[in-house]
């Protein structure tokens, strides 16, 4: 199971602007893992897609009554800043599709917002009915999801891969594609130097890390660590690697020992 950072796949400051290089790259990727004979499931984020509309109508916290926020243009509501950013991102989500199948490979997206409800990685969805495909890879990505309390809320591509892992029988190895990072550094990204890579993490490790609350609406790389640790749990492999190095995600993906964090239980 491979996700692909939000930050990574768009440029996370400007509206709605994907990185196609760096999308075509991580195909290119992921066709040479299924040529190798593994079976891929592919997780993908927001990045600009989803995050700053969500940011600004405060979508993570459900449906508020009575909220004053700035109407945008093309956005007067709640509701459609639900349904526009669900749009943005199928737009998204159609972009890396495209490139799949620009490089002959069969997809079948599965939107969280029509077979998944409520947030958190035990939300409810039959994960195994619906990731059995007969496509090379099956993809899906964080997204806006209907829920019992504030009829709303973002289920996170790292809460998905949680519950993919634990449902989907076999899953060998979680690898996370990073932007900006060799993985989880023991001081901030602009302090660190190569040595503060740790290269093997667990949740009584402490470090300091960025979650830029002004853009991002899910939980930053924290949120992936301990969702990591929580699959980890299972018995599968999970490694935060630098999605800027092709080179280190294939072989991440592959077990074979490659720059990056691996992350444990305990
Ligand atoms: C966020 O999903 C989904 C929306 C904001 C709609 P993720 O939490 O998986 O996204 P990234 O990887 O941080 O962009």
Redesign the pocket.
């Known amino acids: 199971m491979i ?6 796949i ?1 440029n ?1 400051s400007k509206m709605c602007t994907p990185d196609l290089g760096i999308i075509d790259q991580l195909v290119g990727v992921v066709v040479k893992c299924l040529d190798s004979g593994m079976k891929v499931i592919v ?5 600009s ?3 700053l509309r ?1 940011k600004h109508w405060r ?2 916290e459900g449906l508020i009554e009575d909220i004053e926020i700035t109407p945008q243009d093309d956005c007067k509501s709640q509701k459609m800043a639900v349904s526009i ?2 749009n ?2 199928l737009t998204l989500n159609s972009i890396i599709v495209e490139a799949f199948s620009k490089q002959g490979v069969s997809s079948i997206t599965l939107p969280p917002h029509k077979w998944a409800k409520n947030t958190g990685s035990n939300f409810h969805g039959e994960i195994l009915e619906t990731f059995t495909t007969d496509k090379d890879v099956a993809i899906t ?4 999801v209907d829920c019992d309390e504030g009829e709303f809320g ?7 891969v949680v519950r993919i892992c634990q449902d989907v029988p076999n899953v060998s190895r979680l690898v996370f594609a990073i932007k900006g990072v060799d993985g989880i550094l023991r001081r901030p990204p602009e302090l660190a130097t190569s040595s503060d890579l740790i290269e093997n993490w667990s949740p009584s490790v402490e470090f300091k890390g960025v979650h830029n609350k002004e853009i ?5 790389i924290g ?1 992936k660590a301990h969702r990591g640790a929580e699959v980890a749990a299972l018995g599968i492999q999970v490694l935060i690697v630098n999605g800027e190095y092709p080179d280190r995600i294939y072989r991440a993906c592959t077990g074979l020992p490659t720059r990056g964090t691996q992350i444990f239980s305990e």
């Open positions: 996700k692909f950072g939000g930050g990574l768009t996370k997780v993908h984020g927001a990045g897609f989803g995050h969500s979508l993570q950013v669900r943005e991102m990505f964080g997204d806006v973002i289920l996170s591509g790292d809460d998905l991002d609406v899910t939980g930053g949120l």
